[in-house]
């Protein structure tokens, strides 16, 4: 057995001020989505993954303003142009995610 590896602390992202819920990478990998119990869901792009240099994520915008409660959930649609979050409020509500892309 050889060396252990030991994994590089890349970048640390605390957008919230509730506990994470969620993280998903859209399926082209172009961007990454946080989920809170904020009711509120965070988008950084990220850069190429397969490139030498680490990618720097950055910051595109924020999905808020119509859950009243936490969000338990989320998920990108195949195309990454929609992202669709549930609450414990009882809803489930369909973003247009291309327009922060």
Request: proline share 8%.
């Amino acid at each position: 057995m050889g060396d252990k590896l030991s994994p590089e602390l890349l970048y640390i992202l605390s957008p919230h001020r509730g506990p994470i819920s969620g993280v998903k990478f859209s399926p082209d990998g172009r961007t990454l989505a946080i989920s809170s119990a904020d009711a509120t869901v965070s988008l950084y792009r990220i850069g190429d993954l397969d490139s030498a240099t680490p990618p720097v994520p950055q910051y595109v915008g924020r999905l808020h303003g119509t859950h009243t409660q936490g969000i338990s959930d989320l998920s990108w649609s195949p195309d990454s142009k929609s992202i669709v979050t549930v609450s414990d409020d009882s809803t489930a509500v369909i973003w247009d995610a291309e327009m922060l892309q």
